[in-house]
């Protein structure tokens, strides 16, 4: 199963699709917050060799801001996939640098799962992924047996042999959450994902079994994340505006999501302990002094748009 990048979408094979977008950062103030939306997809370029045999890829990011990942796969044969985050992986919460499936389940099986916002900490909840510096001691794998790392690893699995069709079925197409899109050299800087605000997203169970995956049809991709402001000097493209905050977002009557799954179970993550968030570590710099970043945000109910499983996609 090779990796092809194609319209800045990432393509596993003939049926996956993986695609990574701009969000609005969620404040780190107790709250849960709902889906927040998209604001078009990230640009992907094809990076440097890495020598350990997986294709490299290039996307900007900038400090503190967030992003969604989202996978469009086919319900008549489905993929597993494996999301590792700076060498953490966003189900298990544990450090992660095989290529295998585990049990406690450790990856997303997808078209169920359409989209993920970040590490799974339980009970239907995340916390959002957050760009940070590399080194600063905001990564995941921060203060883990890993150590920090940057970069974001994708891995792809297929299915065995004759437990799906072969071509697919007549049929719709699936769940939709809109995106739409806002508008000296320095040495680049590499970024890596640590976590930020609370968000309702479950990691559906496997209802197929880990039995059925085949670990030997493995693909991987890894995404190099720089910082937006270094882009230019690195690519030669423009680099991407500025994210806009929740607090103005939701003041324009903006819809948020919310996916209706009630009669789902969710994942729990393997890790003892929830990561430390983004907000935590700027205390522990800050000799325990609160950081102002990015403040509490009042969700109307109205500005909720509730999503059927069965109608959850990724935009184009």
């Known amino acids: 199963m090779c990796v092809v990048l194609t319209d800045n979408r990432l393509r596993f094979g003939e049926r996956l699709m993986v695609s990574f977008h701009r969000t609005l950062r969620l404040p780190e103030d107790g709250r849960t917050y709902p889906l927040p939306p998209g604001f078009g997809l990230l640009p992907v370029l094809a990076g440097p060799e890495t020598g350990e045999g997986a294709p490299s890829f290039l996307v900007p990011l900038y400090r503190r801001e967030a992003l969604w990942i989202g996978f469009s796969a086919a319900p008549w044969k489905p993929n597993a996939v494996k999301v590792v985050a700076g060498g953490i ?19 997303l099986v997808c078209p169920d799962q359409p989209w993920l916002d970040g590490c799974n900490i339980g009970d239907g909840t995340i916390r959002q992924f957050v760009a940070m510096p590399l080194g600063q001691g905001y990564g995941l794998g921060a203060g883990s047996e890993a150590g920090e790392q940057g970069g974001l690893d994708i891995i792809a699995y297929e299915p065995l042999p004759g437990h799906f069709p072969e071509a697919p079925p007549p049929g719709p197409s699936g769940p ?44 991987r991709a890894h995404l190099q994340l720089v910082d937006a402001r270094d882009w230019h000097a690195l690519t030669g493209a423009a680099a991407p505006a500025s994210p806009i905050d929740a607090e103005s977002y939701t003041r324009a009557g903006l819809p948020w999501f919310e996916i209706y799954d009630e009669g789902e179970g969710t994942v729990a993550p393997t890790a003892a302990k929830p990561p430390r968030t983004v907000g935590e570590r700027d205390r522990e710099y800050n000799d325990g002094k609160t950081v102002k970043t990015n403040g509490s945000v009042d969700v109307n109910v109205r500005q909720i748009t509730v999503i059927g499983r069965d109608k959850a996609s990724q935009p184009d």
Request: proline share 8%; charged share 25%.
């Open 89 to 107: 992986n966003a189900v298990s919460g544990l450090p992660d640098d095989s290529a295998g499936l585990g049990d406690p389940q450790n990856y």
């Open 176 to 219: 939709m959450r809109l995106s739409s899109f806002v508008a000296e050299e320095p040495r680049p800087m590499e970024m890596t994902l640590g976590v930020g605000g609370r968000m309702r997203q479950k990691i559906y169970p496997d209802r197929f079994g880990l039995s059925i995956w085949d670990i030997s049809r493995a693909s």
